[in-house]
Nanobody, 125 residues
């Protein structure tokens, strides 16, 4: 089992920035891919950004390209999401997720086996 804990959510004004962090514990040696998902009110959970936990190559949803940046510190079991130029439509609960399968894809949340409880991001003037 892998436990994930997110932090960094807050309320910011449009145009602001936030940095989210996720710390993993437990059987992290088998983690293959990690990502950030978000779910806004009344919306489905969507993949925001993902990365091979011990490799290179990142995925970004079109809606966040050029504004968000994902990074990982696999030695310390940490995942980060730097969010810039935040907009009201970025308001959501943000979840850290991990998968031990190479079949993991950010377009299908069901391919991720481990989830944090989420951290809330609110963008409002």
């Amino acid at each position: 089992q892998v436990q994930l804990v997110e932090s960094g959510g807050d309320s910011v004004r449009p145009g602001g920035s936030l940095g989210l962090a996720c710390v993993g514990s437990g059987n992290t040696v088998n983690i293959y891919y990690m990502g950030w998902f978000r779910q806004g009110p009344g919306q489905e959970r969507e993949g925001v950004a993902g990365v091979y936990f011990r490799g290179s190559g990142a995925y970004y949803a079109d809606s966040v390209k050029g504004r968000f940046r994902i990074s990982q510190d696999s030695a310390n079991n940490r995942l980060y999401l730097q969010m810039n130029s935040l907009q009201p439509e970025d308001t959501a609960m943000y979840y850290c997720a991990a998968s031990d399968s190479p079949r993991a894809t950010m377009t299908d949340p069901s391919t991720f086996h481990y989830w944090g409880r989420g951290t809330r991001v609110t963008v409002s003037s």
